[in-house]
């Protein structure tokens, strides 16, 4: 599946790694109710892998509704935190990057907090596995900028024409365009089969 010149594989976190989408969008659904703003199904999807404080400034604008980004991302990543036990690994990448461990770098970049991030990692077993992890607190631009997985690269010391990253946002494909990577999207029932 992956080509000799592949010495880094990047792996999104939420939706790729862990099965945690629904459960994000439980607990947005919350901490937006508690305010008083709609955010539908579509809305959350449509945002996927932008951190929560953009998140939080676009649904402020739009509602009119005055939130405090700050605030309400932590009261929205702690509503996460309580539901995690209802979050499963996403098996087929979780044992792909089983079988590649040792064999090529990995890291995990990620538009969430670290230590949202981490707990996740833990939760699935994987925390010591891979060679960097980044997430939203380092770097300035976030997908669909490139500068996520570029970083994710440096730490690891691969080349960004030598990574693979894996992804199930449209934000986060793009950014790995952008970054001049191969990029699978694990949506989709082939992507086993996807040669890069």
């Known amino acids: 599946m992956l080509a000799p ?14 099965d945690s989408m629904p459960t994000h969008y439980l607990a947005w659904k919350q901490a937006f109710d508690h305010h008083h703003v709609a955010f539908s199904l579509e ?3 449509s ?7 953009r998140i939080i400034g676009l649904m402020s604008e739009e509602s009119g509704v005055p939130l405090n980004p700050e605030e309400l991302s932590v009261e929205k990543e702690e509503n996460f935190l309580r539901l995690l036990d209802q979050v499963p690994p996403v098996a087929k990448v979780v044992e792909l990057a089983r079988r590649e461990k040792g064999l090529r770098k990995l890291a995990v970049a990620s538009g969430g907090f670290r230590w949202v991030i981490d707990r996740q990692l833990a939760h699935i077993g994987l925390s010591d596995w891979f060679d960097a992890i980044v ?3 380092d770097t300035e631009l976030h997908k669909p900028h490139p500068d996520v997985f570029l ?20 934000l986060g494909l793009e950014a790995a365009r ?5 990029a699978i999207d694990v949506r989709g029932a082939e992507w086993g089969s996807s040669s890069v």
């Open 5 to 18: 010149h592949v010495t880094g594989l990047i792996f999104d976190c939420d939706g790729t790694l862990t």
């Open 43 to 45: 809305r959350f999807y």
């Open 47 to 53: 945002l996927a892998g932008m951190p929560s404080d």
């Open 135 to 137: 997430t939203a607190e």
């Open 151 to 170: 970083e994710a690269a440096r730490q690891m010391g691969v080349a960004p024409e030598n990574c693979v990253v894996f992804e199930d946002a449209e």
């Open 178 to 182: 952008r970054a001049g990577m191969a």
